[in-house]
């Protein structure tokens, strides 16, 4: 059945109308019904606070990745792909979606992933205020390019062989692990991206 806005209303004389067409009244109600409470109407100030919350959750992890370069990876620069923090915070905000404090109740452990080993880079605690309730570990990976590696063996040799000159490349893939803290059964979730 397609609902129009004439029928939406529920007037008496275009619900007769469909009844002489053959309709049982029962199933006619039911529908209206049902549709009045499914399709609610979208929430404007949700959508803009989802969007806010998700750039600032992209700028903490940029921040992240901007402070780990010089201290804990020793690269003078880190290639992000387009978008990959923003995928990321995307992928956060859905998973802290079902859970009792949302993205406030959330810690996330950030780590980088380099010839199989992992290194941690941050803690990010997204509201000091509010008990976590759950953990996500992120764990970026480095794009394995051979002109990269090659190209920082041979500044390493000659004259600029700062502990700074490397480059990092991220890839554009990256594993987000979820752990419940407050349940009984310590749920995990893994997504491979």
Known sequence: MVATG??????????????????????????????????????????????????????????????????????????????????IAQDVLRLSSTEPCGLRGCVMHVNLEIENVCKKLDRIVCDASVVPTFELTLVFKQENCSWTSLRDFFFSRGRFSSGLRRTLILSSGFRLVKKKLYSLIGTTVIEEC
């Open 6 to 87: 004439s029928l939406s209303s529920k007037n008496p004389a275009s619900i007769s109308e469909l009844l002489d067409g053959g309709y049982h009244p029962g199933s006619l109600l039911s529908d209206f019904d049902y549709w009045d409470y499914v399709v609610p109407e979208p929430n404007l100030n949700e959508v803009v606070f989802e969007e806010t919350t998700c750039q600032n959750l992209v700028k903490m992890l940029e921040n992240c990745l901007s402070k780990s370069k010089q201290t804990k990876l020793g690269c003078s620069k880190v290639l992000v792909p387009e978008k990959l923090t923003q995928r």
